[in-house]
């Protein structure tokens, strides 16, 4: 597939192709936001210290601020307004189902859901949409603090017993849902987004990575996942 350059441009692609982007740009849309709206915003009141306040709210800027991005591509490409936020055409994922309550909870999830956001952006780097390309490759160094930030408050809190032991716990809670992220084996929305080259890897291929990622990442802290195939 030869790239498009420009939104104007994709009105002459496939309409298989039109209609894989605007997936790909609509559900980013939906899920940035209401990512925002249930787990960063929240997150700033369960946040211990003016610091990690501050930091947090930088979280959630960046967040609502993906959702902005996304949302002028959408319009740009044609997809209503309505069917970019929570309560339209595309339901957020799963994984925003966790009910938040805990500060620990919340760095478990910029620790291993961030990690599984970076791949799926890392497999538009280089897609033949030059706007989502570009799109993705700017996005890329904030979904690398906000996993960063889990990183780094996660290993603030085991340095504790009553931190680690929390941690863990979050994670045991949070984690059996996260495969589930990366879509259904043999996916037919997938197998179209690889033939045109606007995503690179099977969802097997991504979810093993991650898989492999998070076990090191959880790992360096001196904890474990739950296990994987009853996560699975």
Not at 149 to 172: H, M, P, S
Not at 208 to 222: F, I, K, Q, S
Request: charged letters at 30%; glycine letters at 6%; one cysteine or more.
């Amino acid at each position: 597939m030869d790239a498009i350059k420009t939104a104007e441009e994709l009105k002459n692609a496939p309409e298989e192709y039109q209609t894989a982007i605007r997936k790909i740009v609509r559900s980013h849309a939906v899920n940035e936001l209401y990512g925002a709206q249930v787990f960063d915003e929240p997150a700033i009141a369960l946040a211990p210290t003016p610091y990690a306040k501050w930091l947090t709210c930088r979280v959630a800027m960046e967040e609502y601020g993906h959702h902005v991005r996304f949302r002028e591509l959408g319009e740009q490409i044609g997809i209503p307004l309505d069917e970019m936020v929570p309560g339209g055409k595309k339901k957020p994922l799963s994984i925003f189902e966790f009910p938040l309550k805990t500060w620990e909870e919340f760095c478990v999830i910029k620790l291993l859901a961030d990690l599984a956001e970076i791949l799926q952006v890392e497999d538009l780097l280089h897609c033949t949409f030059h706007p989502l390309r570009n799109l993705a490759r700017m996005t890329m160094p904030e979904e690398r603090f906000h996993a960063q930030f889990g990183k780094d408050f996660c290993t603030e809190l085991v340095a504790t017993e009553e931190g680690r032991a929390r941690v863990q716990d979050a994670i045991n809670r949070y984690f059996p849902i996260l495969p589930a992220f990366f879509g259904k084996a043999g996916s037919k929305n997938n197998e179209i987004f690889r033939k045109y080259g606007i995503k690179q890897r099977s969802n097997e291929e991504m979810l093993a990575d991650y898989l492999e990622r998070a076990n090191g990442l959880v790992a360096g802290l001196g904890l474990k996942l739950p296990d994987i195939k009853a996560a699975a």
